[in-house]
């Protein structure tokens, strides 16, 4: 049994490829962020030698002066840092999440569709 290649179904065709890449590429990432999420790896974040290099003064005949922070403010300072770099870097997995969610649906959705339509022919 033949099929003649018309160019609907040569569209369908290409639609159902195109959505399913997209579906795949969704899900891939979907899962990515979901194991990012749930598992708190270690990622790169300033070192405390590093983070107090921004308050390093120095002075007119480029001279190295103590801080004016206490090591322990500094010290404070840098778990807010680190802190804040979690939090950054959670609400982004979120935000990625909800984007790779919405390809693997819309993708899938459209796949369907388009599917069910070759299908019928």
Partial sequence: MTKNLSLRS???YLVCLVTLVIF???TIFTIHRVVDLLIEDAHYYQTLEDF???FVVYGP???R???QLSQEEIEKRYEAYLEQENARR???N???LSYSSAAMIVGGGFWFYHWKKIKED
């Fill in 10 to 12: 040569l569209y369908l």
């Fill in 94 to 96: 979120i935000r990625d």
């Fill in 24 to 26: 795949i590429f969704g």
């Fill in 52 to 54: 107090q290099q921004r």
């Fill in 61 to 63: 005949d480029r001279e």
């Fill in 65 to 67: 002066q103590e801080p």
């Fill in 90 to 92: 959670k609400a982004r």
